[in-house]
């Protein structure tokens, strides 16, 4: 990875830093210029010794580093969460793609931290976040309020969700762009499914008034929305966020949807993985008579549901048909977003949606910050409709652009480290075909994928408990394909993906061979 350094200046232009030093100097009685040396002093994303020690440390992992913590305590859990908590694995430190747990041993972050953590535990460069609070940069702002942080970072992430540079003279034209495919804004929320809520609420509003006072564009259609099927043909295979009405789209609340059905409220229908055919007939089926398609959502990579990559072909097949039938299209990148060379999976996909959620990467676990990027063909809502009090904290927003430096910096490397890794998944797989039957996903977001599901779950339950490495089978579900998932940090080397391999395999002939 390449090393280099970043002031806040250089992240947020000198303008604006020396407007917030004059600003602290006047509230805080501070010299200007011991503040202006705190905006322009350079901070290493990654100083020497840092990979080095990421490698030292990846040799180390399943060890005991210190003696056990336990002090036990419990909380006031829910019953579900208390059920589902291992406070051994609760970290007591970290740094970069591993944590130290309660029962002092080092665990390697197979799924960075649940999916969030791109740049590890204490990554160098979140140095400016500390940088930022010691020139007062102001965290809590409103929507009326937007800083000059977050209203740079929208404008950034509009101009990389079209592929243009953040100074390109045609961002103005994509700025006030309105027609579909072409995202022009952004609403801040929190959560990622807030953001997807954010999107869905959009599709409904072309069927329903928000307030009452806006006539909807399809009043009187019954809106039917179009998700990933899982392997049975049902609707367990998509996740799209827990809000109730994204949790009817996943087969949740089975009572309200049927209700929903029956009433004609609205509909949900199942798409068949990367069927071409299946697709076309269903556009077809319910553009007709009262019906019409809401929106078609999906991921690209379906991490909740076994890893599953969607083929770039099928998914440039539905949207020119979503396209023709007037039918928006949600691509929720929530997963994705910040794991990829580009910074987003659809652009290496060469897709044009109407609406991409993004979220946990991009702020690098620092803060619970998403966002929905729109099309302004879909931006209907009023203030009200889209809202959360926090979701333009100014840190948060400075985070999201700490991680897109690094992105822009090693872009290659992201690329090269994410095809090693799926590579040597592959290879994996090839030396065990009795047992393994290939891999899923794409790059550090990958799957392993199993020929049964017992096996699938012994190799996970030994490699988080006995060799401490983070991997998930999600065998709870039914019809969910037998495969391990991974999403291993942007700071990961071929080095470390080496000794992982190993204890991949490692984990196989102790439980499966």
């Not at 392997?231 to 367990?236: E, K, N, R, S, Y």
């Not at 994705?336 to 991409?356: E, H, I, N």
């Not at 619970?368 to 333009?392: R, W």
């Not at 794409?442 to 199993?450: E, H, I, N, R």
Request: glycine share 10%; aromatic share 10%.
């Amino acid at each position: 990875m390449k090393q280099f350094e970043r002031s806040l200046s250089d992240l947020l232009g000198t303008p604006y830093t020396d407007a917030v030093c004059r600003a602290k100097s006047v509230l805080t009685g501070e010299r200007y210029e011991d503040l202006r040396k705190i905006a322009d002093e350079k901070v290493s994303f990654l100083p020497d010794g840092f990979e080095a020690r990421q490698t030292e440390l990846m040799g180390k992992v399943g060890g005991q580093l210190l003696p056990p913590f336990g002090d036990g305590e419990e909380g006031a859990p829910s019953a579900a969460y208390r059920a589902a908590q291992h406070t051994p694995m609760a970290p007591l430190g970290g740094l970069g793609a591993f944590r130290l747990g309660e029962d002092g041993r080092l665990y390697f972050t197979g799924k960075s931290e649940h999916y969030q953590l791109s740049l590890g535990h204490d990554f160098p460069g979140h140095r400016l976040l500390a940088l930022a609070d010691r020139l007062g940069i102001t965290n809590a702002t409103h929507n009326n309020t937007r800083g000059f942080i977050t209203r740079t970072l929208e404008r950034r992430l509009i101009a990389a969700a079209n592929g243009l540079d953040p100074e390109a003279p045609e961002l103005e034209k994509i700025l006030a762009a309105r027609e579909p495919g072409v995202l022009s804004t952004v609403i801040n929320l929190e959560t990622g499914s807030l953001a997807v809520e954010a999107a869905l609420k959009m599709m409904l509003a072309r069927f329903y008034s928000l307030d009452g006072r806006q006539k909807a564009e399809y009043e009187g259609r019954v809106p039917v929305f179009l998700v990933m099927a899982d392997l049975a043909g049902g609707i367990t295979g998509n996740y799209h966020g827990t809000t109730i009405f994204a949790q009817t789209l996943r087969g949740l609340w089975p009572e309200v949807r049927q209700h929903a059905e029956e009433t004609e409220l609205y509909r949900v229908v199942p798409v068949p993985v990367n069927d071409d055919a299946a697709f076309a007939e269903l556009l077809k089926k319910w553009n007709e008579g009262a019906y019409k398609t809401a929106g078609f959502c999906h991921e690209i990579i379906m991490m909740n549901y076994g890893g599953i990559r969607l083929k770039e072909s099928w998914l440039k097949e539905c949207y020119r048909l979503c396209r023709e039938t007037d039918t928006p299209v949600l691509c929720d990148e929530i997963q994705s977003c910040a794991w990829y060379d580009g910074m987003f999976l659809f652009r290496k996909y060469g897709l044009t949606p109407d609406f991409v959620s993004v979220g946990k990467g991009f702020p690098g676990g620092r803060y619970p910050a998403s966002k929905i990027l729109a099309s302004g063909k879909y931006d209907v809502l009023s203030q009200f409709g889209a809202l959360v009090t926090n979701g333009q904290e100014e840190l948060a927003s400075l985070s999201y652009l700490i991680t897109m430096e690094y992105l822009e910096q090693n872009r290659d490397e992201i690329g090269q480290n994410g095809r090693y890794y799926h590579d040597r998944l592959t290879g994996l797989a090839e030396r065990y075909p009795d047992i393994l039957t290939g891999a899923d996903g794409d790059g550090l977001m990958s799957a392993l994928c199993f020929a049964d599901v017992e096996k699938a779950s012994a190799f996970c339950k030994y490699l988080n408990g006995t060799l401490c490495v983070d991997a998930s089978a999600q065998t709870y579900k039914p019809n969910c394909p037998p495969a391990v998932l991974t999403k291993l940090p942007l700071i990961t080397t071929p080095a470390m993906i080496d000794l992982l391999i190993k204890l991949f395999e490692k984990a196989l002939l102790e439980t499966c061979v």
